[in-house]
């Protein structure tokens, strides 16, 4: 594992981790471990360039998805941010925190959701906030969307639909109207400085790679062997 320098103890990292690939494991795919540790690594590179709570973020970043299996079985009628928050508590205090900063960690949790409604109140809940949606946008972004769509049973693309027709978990749950619906916004959604600056230049990247699949879909080739012609 990379950045293995945290400010907590080994065994206690262990533990939070083995704990959260249980969870996240079953989860699969486009919310699995992977993804827990990208956040966990973004989280830690915001934190230390403003001196936040390590200690804060670690649990709160590696067990801020181990409510998204049971979201993913009800279709999106559960909230995982809200569900992991409480499924949190009890392993919390288990693993010797005490409830302030249970309280702390929970709070992380309950608010990184992009569509949630709890707002993020303190620096590391902004972090971790910033540490998922940076996950949820450029390259990453973009492969986590089509492999999302893929575990739904979703079709490729779709351009030419009104996203505000279609559902989650549907067969029209595309990588493009994930585009349009959340990963187009986070750009202007970010809580921290290092957030909005990596952001950005991951919005660019999806504005290019979006614009070329549908040239791509509807007539690039055509222009390409009309101008061979």
Known sequence: MKNETVEIPPELLAALRQIS?????????????????????????????VGARLDILIP???????????????????????????????????????????????????????????EPETIEANIIFDAD????IGAIGIGRAFLFAGQIGARLHNAELDHTRTKAYSGEDTAYREFQVKMSKVRGQMLTAVGRQVARKRHE????FFAELNLEIYGSFLQVEAEGD
């Open 21 to 49: 690939a249980q969870y996240c494991t079953e989860a699969g795919g486009s919310h699995g471990p992977d993804h827990t540790e990208r956040v966990l690594q973004n989280a830690l590179a915001i934190g230390r360039s």
């Open 205 to 208: 990247f999806m504005e290019t």
């Open 60 to 118: 709160a970043a590696l067990l801020h998805d181990i409510g998204r299996s049971e979201e993913s079985r009800s279709q999106g009628a559960l909230c995982h941010a809200d569900l992991g928050a409480d499924m949190a508590e009890p392993i919390l205090r288990e693993l010797g925190y005490s409830e302030e900063d249970q309280v702390a960690i929970c709070h992380c949790i309950r608010a990184h959701r992009f569509r949630g409604s709890t």
């Open 133 to 136: 949606k940076l996950d949820s």
